[in-house]
């Protein structure tokens, strides 16, 4: 980045919370109109940065987020890539971990920061935290380290306080501010007076010249199947038999534990040898999968992968990704057992 000119970012408003103001005719909540930020958030122009918008059109609410939404973000990305220093993504928070994940495979390397943000309430709120983190964001996307780097060179979330890791996170509240969390991995920053980054957790390419490859190829035919006590064989069975299914997400017990019951292992044998790729993930917030127990040693045994300590987000959005690469069983079993962009520690 050239110290001597304003930042240059990129806000792509997806929808969601942070977006929405209040009617004063109505008094129901619409969509904010992003060109007239500044005059909304005033605070913004202290900032001395170079900030335009683009938005989804229409904006959507975060459930209705889907695959097709996540090539718009990252096609948008790439199309202002070589413009802009840095780039702010607002997102409604129910599935915000998916699309952070899901853009840290598509865009591979990296090397310019992609801060997600949103809020619990709407900007035009009198209490808000839809202003600060978005006024924090900003400030962490035309942040540079001390040879004029960008400091972050991945997909991040940044909720409150903190500063998480983007296929590292997890919606925890449905209440709270700080509603997001990484259980397995360290805060890239922490926002108190000041914005302080843990430098040694953020992630960097191992070589800084490669040029950017954005991935748009997702394949969908995946889904998650979570263990309980009671499941039965006919209704495991109907679910791994469900029509042009490729890749499934097992939430398992503990520490990557099932049934030890032969009919357990014997469905999923019988569908990795089907041909579709299972991984193990826990249940857990915290830890990972671990072939500590018999009966996690029973689903290796029957060709289930291990997803270590993974998040469901990133598992679900990776195996996506995989899968649209078109690559083969034995290429998706070496690339789960490897992080690609610290998503997983092995």
């Known amino acids: 980045m050239n110290l001597d000119r304003k930042p240059r970012i990129l806000i792509i408003y997806t929808g969601g919370t942070i977006g929405m103001i209040e009617d004063s005719e109505t008094a129901t909540l619409k969509p904010f109109d992003f060109t007239h930020l500044i005059d909304n958030v005033p605070k913004i122009k202290k900032l001395n940065f170079d900030i335009e918008n683009v938005s989804l059109t229409p904006p959507i609410d975060s459930s209705d987020m889907d695959p097709a939404h996540w090539v718009q973000i990252a096609k948008t990305i790439e199309e202002h890539y070589l413009i802009f220093d840095g780039f702010v993504v607002l997102h409604g928070t129910d599935t915000m971990a998916y699309t952070a994940s899901a853009l840290s495979f598509m865009l591979e390397n990296l090397s310019k920061p992609v801060i997600i943000t949103g809020s619990q309430l709407p900007i035009g709120e009198v ?42 996170s997890t919606k925890m509240s449905a209440d709270n501010f ?61 679910q791994l038999s469900t029509p042009g299914i490729k890749g499934i997400v097992l939430k398992t017990y503990g520490a990557g534990n099932g049934p030890t019951a032969g009919w357990f292992t014997d469905a999923i044998r019988e569908a990795v040898n089907r041909g579709i790729v299972i ?13 500590i127990y018999a009966a996690g040693d029973s689903l290796a045994a029957s060709g289930a992968i291990s997803g270590h300590d993974i998040t469901a987000e990133a598992a679900i959005t990776k195996m996506m990704h995989l899968l649209g690469l078109d690559y083969s069983i034995a290429e998706i079993r070496r690339n789960f057992d490897h992080s690609l962009c610290g998503e997983v520690t092995v």
């Open 279 to 291: 991984l193990n993930v826990t249940q857990c917030v915290n830890g990972g999968v671990h072939k």
């Open 178 to 238: 700080n509603a997001f969390k990484s259980n397995n991995y360290p805060p890239l920053a922490k926002i108190g007076l000041g914005i302080h980054f843990n430098e040694e957790a953020l992630f960097r390419l191992p070589n800084r010249d490669r040029r950017l490859k954005v991935h748009y190829d997702l394949d969908s035919d995946v889904m998650f199947i979570d263990l309980f006590p009671g499941l039965t064989e006919a209704t495991l069975r109907h």
């Open 127 to 168: 209490r808000t935290d839809g202003e600060e983190n978005l006024i924090t964001a900003l400030q962490i996307a035309a942040a540079v380290n001390s040879q004029g780097s960008p400091m972050v060179q991945e997909v991040a979330i940044l909720f409150e306080n903190y500063l998480w890791r983007g296929n590292r």
